[in-house]
């Protein structure tokens, strides 16, 4: 069976920091783009990071530049996003996105992990 399974969300007060993890199971992620995305109550889910396979190219919402920062060890079949000084905005469900570089139809979605940030 095909997964992604994200984890490491949880409570969090302001400014401080959170890892949040991405691993495949039933196929590698070595040819794909990986993508985390957030939704907060009453939002639209939105982009919040990418990478490319290979680590060389990243995206970042303007939001979380500077403060997150997305990577992947394709020999663990893992992504990761380290957020550092979060704020309560940041407070949201993230959803790590699986999308095969050659054939992008393909594509994997996590079960998402909440992250809430409350002093």
């Known amino acids: 069976q095909v997964q992604l399974v994200d984890s490491g969300g949880g409570l969090v007060q302001p400014g401080g920091s959170l890892r949040l993890s991405c691993a495949a199971s039933?196929?590698?992620?070595?040819?794909?783009?990986m993508n985390w995305y957030r939704q907060a109550p009453g939002k639209e889910r939105e982009s919040v990071a990418r990478?490319?396979?290979?680590?060389?190219?990243?995206y970042y919402a303007d939001s979380v530049k500077g403060r997150f920062t997305i990577s992947r060890d394709n020999a663990k079949n893992t992504v990761y996003l380290q957020m550092n000084s979060l704020k309560p905005e940041d407070t949201a469900v993230y959803y790590c996105?699986?999308?095969?570089?050659?054939?992008?139809?393909?594509?994997?979605w996590g079960q998402g992990t909440q992250v809430t940030v409350s002093s």
């Open positions: 996105n699986a999308v095969h570089k050659l054939v992008p139809t393909i594509n994997y």
């Open positions: 039933g196929f590698t992620l070595s040819m794909f783009v």
């Open positions: 990478i490319s396979t290979d680590s060389v190219s990243t």
